[in-house]
């Protein structure tokens, strides 16, 4: 059986997910320091045009981007293989 080659195409897409992937894990950060300092204060987080957000709510968000943003990092680098 031949190696794998890995082509331009397959690169290109390996690199765009590992920068999607950190554009993720960076605004998780964010938006789980945001509502860190928001659980400590008691003031809610309020948001341009909507109603005001929870903390306890934006604290799971940033978590759960922040893992979404890992995983995907691990889908461009090769330590996560997708089904086939």
């Known amino acids: 059986m031949r190696p794998h080659v890995v082509t331009p195409f397959e690169q290109r897409k390996n690199r765009t997910a590992v920068w999607l992937g950190l554009a993720a894990v960076?605004?998780?950060?964010?938006?789980?320091?945001?509502?860190?300092?928001?659980?400590?204060?008691?003031?809610p987080i309020s948001m341009l045009d909507e109603p005001t957000l929870n903390g306890?709510?934006?604290?799971?968000?940033?978590?759960?981007?922040?893992?979404?943003?890992?995983?995907?990092?691990?889908?461009?680098?090769?330590?996560?293989?997708?089904?086939?």
Request: charged share 10%; proline share 2%; no cysteine.
């Open 26 to 43: 960076a605004g998780g950060v964010w938006v789980t320091s945001v509502a860190l300092n928001s659980i400590r204060t008691g003031t």
């Open 56 to 84: 306890w709510l934006a604290f799971g968000s940033g978590v759960f981007a922040v893992v979404i943003g890992l995983g995907v990092i691990g889908l461009g680098v090769g330590w996560v293989k997708p089904r086939r």
